[in-house]
């Protein structure tokens, strides 16, 4: 019996590409000073098919934190100014949660439909706990959340398990109780390693069913709005 969930955020709760795309681009522009060539070479070279525009589910972007991606770029052109240019990407994403974010749903809706199932629910993001916050706020649906945490909360980062401990701490329940849903293998990997009792992946991020099954997904659904057939 699940009694709690523990939801990834972007491309989870939050449409990856809608969300995320063109400002993903604006922010590896702001990186490379402006140059729109620099900045190509930014995206593409951490995992964006120059095709498609689609990310690969392993890419610094669709998997790992903030911080990582500004390093990784400014790896890549060799900036030596990681925190000042780490500093001006927070604030413009920070500022896109509360403005620009697209959820998959109403989430206040889903959210209340859930608690009145007596489920407890949490969040659990690469993304920074402050932005985290501002999304979650935006979409009015903050009040129906037990607990939120991002890379910089102090519970470890995606793929280790820490984000689902802390989960289970928060709300009182053992972590078999708990069902993780998220987009990216990461998010499957770090339900494996909290020993959630079950991982439930969904396609409205980066990933395509058969990566979610490889990385240890129970269930792969379209979105989480058929999530409560599944439970």
């Avoid at 790992?64 to 994403?93: K, P, T």
């Avoid at 398990?161 to 972590?175: N, R």
Wanted: glycine share 10%.
């Amino acid at each position: 019996m699940i009694a709690a969930i523990l939801f990834d955020k972007d491309g989870t709760l939050y449409d990856f590409y809608r969300t995320w795309g063109a400002l993903t681009e604006q922010a590896a522009l702001l990186v490379a000073d402006g140059d729109e060539v620099r900045a190509r070479f930014l995206l593409e070279n951490s995992g964006r098919d120059p095709v498609t525009g689609k990310y690969a589910p392993s890419s610094p972007i669709a998997a790992g934190s903030n911080r990582e991606i500004v390093e990784v770029w400014c790896g890549l052109i060799q900036r030596a100014d990681v925190d000042e240019v780490y500093q001006r990407v927070h604030v413009m994403f920070l500022e896109h949660q509360k403005n620009g974010a697209v959820p998959v749903l109403d989430l206040d809706v889903f959210f209340s439909r859930l608690r009145g199932r007596g489920l407890r629910l949490g969040v659990a993001t690469m993304d920074s706990e402050q932005a985290a916050r501002a999304a979650m706020l935006r979409a009015k649906c903050d009040h129906h959340l037990d607990f939120i945490c991002g890379f910089d909360t102090g519970h470890g980062v995606k793929p280790l398990g820490g984000m689902v401990e802390a989960f289970a701490l928060a709300v009182g329940v053992p972590t078999s109780a708990l069902a993780v849903v998220g987009d990216s293998p990461h998010d499957m990997h770090m339900a494996r390693a909290g020993k959630a009792g079950r991982a439930i992946g969904v396609l409205t991020g980066v990933s395509p069913k058969e990566a979610l099954l490889e990385a240890g997904a129970h269930e792969v659904i379209a979105s989480i709005a058929e999530l409560e057939s599944v439970l």
